[in-house]
């Protein structure tokens, strides 16, 4: 039963671009829906929401988004099944999570129903923008940023929560090459690494732009203390096979704490595979590589999905991953899709439908 109060305000476009669009051949969040979600911050509330037309906004230039990068976001999706019915995943994490992030940047938290309420009239309002091709989605973005105005260093008093979509393919095109960083750092204790703030990506732009440039996709973030610990990927978070066992860092302070990895996580022990979240050196994983021993690694997250990675990058050396069947990735993927697609079974009770 729907109990809530809230009234989502709805305005649709007069013409759809959706002819545009060739659904067969989607790449990742370049297109973007009919719609969005908008809700304003004013005088210490949260105003009533609105779906409207998907167009730009109007900000002052001296909104603090522009000076001082006060912005959040999130990453979710939307999947449609073989009757048709919209699902997505786990959707109250994000929910908790864009909170966990707004308390760190000083932005007023949203509350759930205005999340939930908003998220559900804007996919209603897109629905035949979710994709139904094999391995596509709508990749959905709620994000907060500071549009209230000022040069004083102090948080804005009023912000915007937006959701915008795009329907989209996967995130990597091809393998995924990774080169371990130990120069250049994407957290500190003590900082903003387990927000998703749009800063933290911003500072990996530079470091990834030089990993692109020798050909690795994404950069593997060590500690910033002693560049020892494995601790995560620019967009997802690394798992590592060692013999049997699946491994993973633990969370902390600079670590983003995945949904998809702590999904992965309860598969994993669900599925019989001896699993350890705990700290992991590079120099455990070169030596596993030399040994043998390293059957796989791979990056996990919304966007990503589970991605399998085929070698990584160390101090000018390249270490190959083995090509295995029946790899961990590929059983743990497929069970992570089957549920958000709504294929298979869902004992965790994941699922959530629009
Ligand atoms: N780590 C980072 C830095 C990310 O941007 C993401 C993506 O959201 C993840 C990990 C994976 O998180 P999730 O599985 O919640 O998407
Ligand atoms: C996601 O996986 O949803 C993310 O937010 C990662 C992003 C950098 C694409």
Redesign the pocket.
């Known amino acids: 039963m729907d109990t809530t109060t809230l009234k989502v305000l709805v305005e649709r476009a007069e013409k759809s671009k959706i002819g545009q669009v060739d659904f067969n051949n989607l790449s990742f ?1 370049n297109v973007f829906t009919d719609h969005m979600l908008v809700c304003d911050y004013r005088n210490g509330v949260w105003e009533t929401p609105k779906v409207m037309p998907y167009q730009p906004i109007s900000l002052e230039p001296s909104a603090k988004i522009f000076h001082y990068g006060q912005s959040i ?4 999706k939307a999947y449609k099944d073989a009757d048709g019915a919209t699902w997505l995943f786990r959707p109250l994490e994000n929910q908790k999570r864009l909170n966990i992030s707004a308390h760190r940047m000083a932005i007023p938290e949203l509350p759930e129903e205005y999340f939930m309420e908003g998220l559900k009239a804007l996919l209603r309002t897109d629905e035949q923008w979710i994709p139904t091709s094999e391995g596509s989605s709508l ?1 959905i973005r709620p994000f907060m940023l500071a549009s209230g105005t000022g040069f004083h260093a102090s948080p804005a008093n009023e912000f915007k929560f937006i959701i915008a979509c795009a329907p989209s393919g996967s ?1 990597f095109s091809g393998k995924v090459k990774v080169l371990i960083e130990e120069k250049y750092s994407r957290s500190a204790n003590g900082g903003v690494g387990y927000a ?1 703030a749009g800063g933290n ?1 911003a500072g990996q732009f530079y470091p990834t732009q030089l990993a692109n440039e020798k050909g690795y996709q994404q950069v593997i973030w060590t500690d910033d203390n002693n560049h020892e610990y494995i601790e995560e990927a ?3 978070n690394i798992f590592i096979r060692i013999n049997d066992t699946l491994i993973t860092g633990p969370t902390s302070d600079r670590i983003l704490d995945g949904i998809t990895r702590k999904s992965i996580l309860e598969i994993a022990k669900d599925e019989g595979i001896p699993v350890e979240v705990r700290k992991i050196t590079v120099s455990e994983v070169v030596e596993a590589s030399k040994n043998g021993t390293l059957k796989e690694m791979f990056g996990a ?4 999905v589970v991605s399998p990675i085929s070698s990584f990058g160390y101090r000018d050396a390249d270490y190959d991953l083995p090509e295995l069947e029946n790899s961990y990735a590929s059983r743990l993927k497929k069970r992570i899709t089957d549920i958000q697609y709504n294929k298979a079974e869902d004992k965790f009770g994941w699922r959530y439908k629009v």
């Open positions: 969040g976001f999130e990453g979710m990749y995130y998703k990506y620019g967009a997802m997250g919304t966007a990503a």
